[in-house]
Nanobody, 124 residues
Framework: QVQVVESGGGLVQAGGSLRLSCTAS????????MGWFRQVPGKEREGVSCISRTGAITTYADSVRGRFTISRDNAKNTLYLQINSLKPEDTAMYYC?????????????????WGQGTQVTVSS
């Protein structure tokens, strides 16, 4: 049984930082590209960043490039998202997801397994 669990969200002031983590079990972690997504109520889920199986290739949404950094530790089956210079518009539920194979995509439809999310709230 595949389990994906996010952690690290919280309430922070604008300009602050957070580090989100995601652990995956029940799958061969380095067989999967991984991604971070976010969603606010009433809006579609938005792709934030994704990373290749080895971590060599990363992709970012324009809205977060330069502030967010995705990384992974395959020995620990863990994905990370370092979020700096937080803005109120970054407030959302953040989800981690796994996509079988090597295709890098920010399209949620390309991902196979999802976590339950961790809330990030940025106060102005």
């Amino acid at each position: 049984q595949v389990q994906v669990v996010e952690s690290g969200g919280g309430l922070v002031q604008a300009g602050g930082s957070l580090r989100l983590s995601c652990t995956a079990s029940g799958l061969t972690f380095d067989d999967y590209a991984m991604g971070w997504f976010r969603q606010v109520p009433g809006k579609e889920r938005e792709g934030v960043s994704c990373i290749s199986r080895t971590g060599a290739i990363t992709t970012y949404a324009d809205s977060v490039r330069g502030r967010f950094t995705i990384s992974r530790d395959n020995a620990k089956n863990t994905l990370y998202l370092q979020i700096n210079s937080l803005k109120p518009e970054d407030t959302a539920m953040y989800y981690c997801a796994a996509a079988a194979g090597e295709r890098l995509s920010l399209d949620p439809r390309h991902f196979d397994y999802w976590g339950q999310g961790t809330q990030v709230t940025v106060s102005s």
